[in-house]
């Protein structure tokens, strides 16, 4: 009998980066701070390690606000190390 293993989703993907650092989104929900991964196609993902909102970045728009974020450097996004809930 076969049994097959599942690799872990996120674990081994690559940090979405910018200005330098990972990026992180603040969860829209609880205000954690959720670290974005790339995906296959280098598009940011990440899950919310309180709530388990789970993000993804599936079109150029939304891309695109997230870079304007970025830029913008606005509460929702942060680039370095992520911090505990104060
Ligand atoms: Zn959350």
Redesign the pocket.
């Known amino acids: 009998m076969m049994v097959e293993k599942r690799a872990a989703v996120t674990s081994h993907k690559p940090p979405y980066m910018a200005e330098g650092g990972t990026l992180m989104l603040k969860?829209?929900?609880?205000?954690?701070w959720?670290v974005l991964h790339a995906d296959r196609n280098g598009r940011p993902f990440g899950f919310?390690?309180?709530?388990?909102?789970h993000v993804h970045f599936h079109k150029q728009e939304g891309l695109d606000l997230l870079e304007s974020a970025v830029a913008r450097h606005l509460p929702i996004v942060k680039t370095s190390i992520p911090s505990p809930p104060d």
């Open positions: 969860c829209f929900l609880c205000g954690n959720i919310c390690p309180a709530c388990g909102v």
